[in-house]
């Protein structure tokens, strides 16, 4: 495995662009040669390629609300980075949103759970 850092969102290397054609962002998964991109996809290609280590939920309910978290998350955090490029009431503003996005994810997607995936990190 080897784990290739992008210095986004101004300079995409040539090999992002060329496994992730269509969108130009990462997350991009290479395995078998093969690209597999935008998070949503992986974490499917992930549970389907190696069952044994899963990383979403078995039981049909509890996968739907992961993936809706994942999708909200995976949504609503990228033009998080924005906020670094604002200055002044623009940054203020970015702040107050991002942090009730933040929130929401805490309070509704947590709930009474430690993690995601319920009271233990994967190792």
Known sequence: ?????????????????????VHKKIPVLVH????????????????????HNPLLPKD????SEAMFWAK??????????????????EQQKAIESYSEILRKIEEHGLRDKKFFGGETKLA
């Open 60 to 63: 049909a309910y509890e996968k």
């Open 1 to 21: 495995m080897k784990y290739i850092e992008e210095d986004l969102p101004f300079k995409k290397s040539e090999l992002l662009l060329q496994y992730n054609p």
């Open 72 to 89: 909200f998350i995976d949504e609503n955090t990228g033009p998080m980075w924005g906020f670094f490029q604002k200055f002044g009431e």
């Open 32 to 51: 078998g040669g093969k690209p597999i991109a935008e998070s949503l996809v992986i974490l499917e290609y992930i549970d389907e390629v190696w069952p």
